[in-house]
């Protein structure tokens, strides 16, 4: 079993900085990419960054700017800095990984249970 648990949620105002974190635990053998995701109520779930074992990066447009996603390979753990927030980040995160467990051969996707951030003054 792999097990992604997300933190660091919460509300904030407008203009505000959040930072969440992705602890990946359970019987991993390695992660290759990671990434977060958002879903507003009503929307798709959107991608919001991603992040290579390697750490090269990659944004949505719209978060370009105010968001750095990063990661600690040695602790399995993800993060995301969110800078000058706006009402319209308020959403659901949540945290993807492709892991390949220590029983298998094969890379698989795992998600966290989310984690709600809501931008509102």
């Known amino acids: 079993q792999v097990q992604l648990v997300e933190s660091g949620g919460g509300l904030v105002q407008p203009g505000g900085s959040l930072r969440l974190s992705c602890a990946a635990s359970?019987?991993?053998?390695?992660?290759?990419?990671m990434g977060w995701y958002r879903q507003a109520p009503g929307n798709q779930r959107e991608l919001v960054a991603t992040?290579?074992?390697?750490?090269?990066?990659n944004y949505a447009d719209s978060m370009k700017g105010r968001f750095t996603i990063s990661r600690d390979n040695a602790k399995n753990t993800l993060y995301l800095q969110m800078n000058s927030l706006k009402p319209e980040d308020t959403a659901v995160y949540y945290c993807?990984?492709?892991?390949?467990?220590?029983?298998?051969?094969?890379?698989?996707?795992?998600w966290g249970q989310g984690t709600q951030v809501t931008v509102s003054s």
């Open positions: 993807n990984a492709r892991v390949r467990r220590l029983t298998s051969r094969y890379e698989a996707d795992y």
């Open positions: 992040i290579t074992r390697g750490g090269s990066t």
């Open positions: 359970g019987s991993i053998s390695s992660i290759n990419a």
